[in-house]
């Protein structure tokens, strides 16, 4: 869509002017690209209307078809560049269903053609913008030079200043381009991101394939300055322009690939044989038409040197590319210390980093390990084996590879070092440090989201999900595609109860093309709350087939016993945990009877309880299977076991912040509870308050209070427990112990003489509970107990209940 050119518009601190292309911050440039610039434009001058997406899609995009998850993209872009997080709402205004409305108030000032406010940075900016090929020779420079002379002439001291700097700076610039048709105009640093090419190898050896690409990027990422397109950005793309995901970045598609990802540069690689030796070449292009800016080359005489010759290649394009040379003195270790010396290593390394990518984490285990066959001292390997056992539940072998990496970090980058020496930390348990370690890491590399999302997912861990929300929205702002971003913030957004916000993210991540099974579970949990059990089924029908079907399954199943509907629910964790087991993922399978264990204790079933306690002790030592086992046989009256686990958890994780001051006090409560000392779990709660609320906890410290003040007959106390957790359904939003808190609520103002607060309470608990098992022993008190309040017959509850007959008898079946 062309620019208009006879108006500009300003709004709120900005200034846009279609002509020059150019958006302004307080006279400042905004960096934005061509096409997110035509977005803005376009809803500017149709302020007073709801843009439609079709509409944006033809206007910005008229003779290119492209997908809807593109326009998302760059709407997400331009609300970065103008400071705006989705929901502030303060520009630019999502009509659920519809479109896009600009909703800031706008002046239109008419354009006069003066060049007399312009900045020497805006000059700069606006010179860059240009794609033409300027001609160097000594008339341009000397015309140049005579506007200098000529706006000299007039206006104030200020002016003839700015002017002069500008009039250099554009002198500077067309200098640049008479040596090539591409100037930075800044440090590319500062404008834009890089594509990576695939190498061209015309050596006939196999073993390049990949494993140049791979370390070239381990070379640049080094950068903090220096931004990388990323593999699963590039393979979105790639299906936008009707390619396989799979298909080589080769230099025919890279071109408008580069363009389509809104890059400013890209980077391509080569290596051909000259004679019995290696030549290794590199280029940067510019991605506006393709003109190369860069050119590197090196010989290797042997096979062996090609991995050092391709380093030194990097390091002479950062600093071509802007770099300082004091940062790459500080972040640049060898490519063949930063990752491995063995080319073959390095391949399967790539290997496995290609099935990651594609989601398929277990099916790029045997990569890695063939990768540290081949090389035992490859840390990164160890790294991203570790990362892929963390990510499917086997914490204890993900602990043990981070470990490793760990005792190899010398050999790391800065940055990979400093992911290492995290996941180090939370292998030991040691969030505190982990946590001031990815601090320290996002502090140093302000443009990588990693470590947000990754500090986002440990603040939840200790409860602090102001700041795990904020850590998503950051890294969401530096990259819209990354699935785990989008999960992270909208599992923060149920655990703060802002569960509209949450569907929106969902609804976000879906449009992207980002979605995951974590928002779909979420949108499961949302469901739950809701009653809506269409909603629910059409979720588990969302992961059927899939690679993480396990995991909905388990949600499921949890739902189920929340629910009071045990029968069911035991069929789905049998199927879990069976499925975990057979796929060789024991800690997973024994998470899974671990949670089981605690609803069977929960609701009264102790020798079920206890026997999927034992199952579960049996199969896998994760932490958090072995912190729930704990609970449950505490609550099921196997107190030796019970503290026998808990000696085994604080033996192995002496430093972790919320096992120590949270489950295993409340495990200790529970225990004295089983002995009738209320007062004792009382005091040993004291410590577990600043993590009630925590994922980690899962609300047991308040439920076992709770709990604790009731066998202490304090009632006013006991009610303010189970009052919290009804406050915040958010929070293990499947779990049984919200239904379980409207029963202590009950008796708890039972004991403070409100019977009619009592009889709301006991109903409500009835009524979560309405297509129970008739067999549960604590539902059959409960009735016994709310009889006595109210002695006429009860009435059968019409209230919804999760998940009907022909879902149990498919579930039945399917086993």
């Not at 969030?431 to 890491?441: C, G, M, P, R, S």
């Not at 079907?549 to 929340?562: C, S």
């Not at 009950?746 to 009524?767: I, P, W």
Request: net charge neutral; with cysteine; hydrophobic share 40%.
């Amino acid at each position: 869509m062309p620019l208009a050119v006879n108006c500009l518009y300003e709004f709120d601190k900005f200034r846009l002017d279609p002509s020059r292309g150019v958006l302004l911050q307080e006279g400042v440039p905004v960096s934005v690209t061509t096409k997110t610039l035509a977005i803005l434009l376009f809803l500017i001058q149709r302020r007073h209307e709801t843009v439609s997406k079709d509409a944006l899609l033809k206007a910005v995009w008229p003779d290119t078809f492209v997908e809807e998850a593109n326009l998302t993209q760059h709407i997400s872009m331009l609300r970065k560049a103008l400071g705006e997080a989705p929901q502030d709402r303060r520009y630019i205004a999502t009509v659920p269903g519809t479109g896009y409305r600009f909703v800031a108030q706008v002046r239109e000032v008419p354009e006069d053609g003066s060049q007399e406010h312009n900045t020497a940075e805006e000059m700069v900016v606006i010179a860059s913008h240009s794609r033409s090929e300027i001609i160097v020779t000594e008339s341009t420079k000397g015309g140049i030079l005579a506007q200098v002379s000529a706006w000299m002439s007039h206006g104030n001291s200020k002016t003839r200043l700015l002017t002069i700097a500008a009039a250099l700076a554009l002198l500077v610039l067309t200098v640049g381009f008479g040596r090539s048709r591409f100037s930075l105009g800044r440090p590319l640093a500062e404008k834009g991101s890089i594509l990576l090419a695939d190498f061209d190898n015309s050596t006939g050896e196999p073993v390049f394939d990949g494993a140049l690409k791979e370390g070239l990027a381990a070379q640049v990422g080094q950068s903090p300055f220096l931004e990388l397109d990323s593999t699963a950005r590039v393979r979105e793309t790639l299906g936008y322009m009707g390619r396989s995901p799979d298909d080589r970045v080769q230099l025919s598609v890279a071109l408008e690939l580069c363009q389509r990802l809104g890059s400013k540069a890209m980077i391509s690689g080569s290596i051909k044989h000259l004679g019995d030796s290696y030549v290794v070449a590199a280029e940067a292009l510019n991605c506006a038409d393709g003109s190369v800016f860069i050119s590197e080359q090196i010989q290797a005489n042997r096979r062996e040197e090609v991995l050092p010759a391709l380093g030194k290649i990097s390091s002479r394009m950062r600093s071509k590319l802007g770099e300082s040379l004091a940062s790459q003195q500080k972040f640049d270790v060898p490519l063949e210390r930063a990752t491995t010396p063995s080319l073959d290593a390095l391949k399967a390394y790539s290997l496995g980093m290609e099935r990651r990518t594609r989601g398929a984490e277990q099916d790029s285990i045997p990569f890695f390990e063939h990768a540290l066959a081949l090389d035992p001292s490859f840390a990164l390997a160890y790294a991203q084996l570790g990362a892929v056992y963390r990510n499917l539940g086997e914490n204890e072998r993900a602990n043990e590879s981070f470990k490793k990496s760990y005792e190899l970090r010398s050999n790391l980058s800065e940055r990979e070092k400093l992911y290492v020496t995290g996941r180090y930390y939370e292998a030991l348990g040691d969030l505190d440090n982990a946590i001031k370690t990815y601090e320290i890491w996002s502090g140093m590399y302000p443009r990588d989201p990693q470590p947000l999302n990754i500090l986002s997912a440990f603040y939840q861990v200790i409860g602090q999900y102001e700041m795990a929300a904020n850590a998503s929205r950051k890294a969401l702002d530096l990259d819209p595609n990354r699935y785990v971003t989008y999960a992270n913030l909208a599992t923060t957004n149920v655990a703060l109860n802002r569960f509209d916000e949450a569907k929106i993210v969902c609804r976000h991540a879906a449009d992207a093309g980002k979605d995951s099974v974590y928002t779909h579970r979420v949108l499961f949990e949302l469901a739950y709350l809701k009653h809506d059990e269409q909603a629910m089924q059409k979720e588990v029908e969302w992961a059927r087939g899939s690679k993480r079907e396990n995991d909905m399954l388990t949600t499921e199943a949890f739902a189920l016993a929340a629910s009071g509907k045990l029968s069911a629910a035991r069929i789905l964790f049998e199927r879990s945990w069976t499925s975990s087991r057979n796929g060789d993922l024991k800690e997973d399978a024994a998470f899974s009877m671990a949670g089981e264990a605690l609803a069977e204790a929960d609701f009264g079933n102790y020798a079920q309880a206890r026997s999927r306690a034992h199952a579960a002790i049996n199969l896998g030592h994760g932490m958090d299977a072995e912190e729930t086992t704990a609970e449950a046989l505490a609550l099921a009256g196997d107190l030796v076991r019970a503290q026998a686990v808990l000696n085994d958890l604080h033996g192995r994780f002496p430093k972790h912040p919320a096992l120590n001051h949270a489950s295993i006090p409340t495990t200790l409560a529970a225990i004295q509870l089983k002995r009738q000392n209320p007062a004792k779990a009382l005091e040993l709660l004291q410590e577990a308050e600043p993590y009630d609320l925590s994922e980690f906890s899962g609300l047991s410290p308040v439920y076992i209070r709770g709990l604790a003040f009731l066998q202490a007959r304090r009632g006013t106390e006991a009610a303010g427990q189970f009052q919290k957790i009804l406050d915040h359904p958010g929070i293990d939003p499947t779990g049984q112990r919200h239904a379980l808190a409207h029963l202590g609520l009950a008796r708890a103002l039972v004991l403070s003489g409100d019977t009619n607060g009592a009889r709301k309470a006991y109903e409500d608990f009835l009524a979560a509970l309405s297509g129970a098992d008739t067999e549960i022993p604590i539902v059959k008190t409960a009735r016994q107990e709310y009889a006595k309040l109210r002695p006429e017959k009860l009435e059968p509850s019409t209230s919804l209940s999760y998940v009907g007959k022909t879902n149990v008898e498919a579930s039945r079946a399917n086993r």
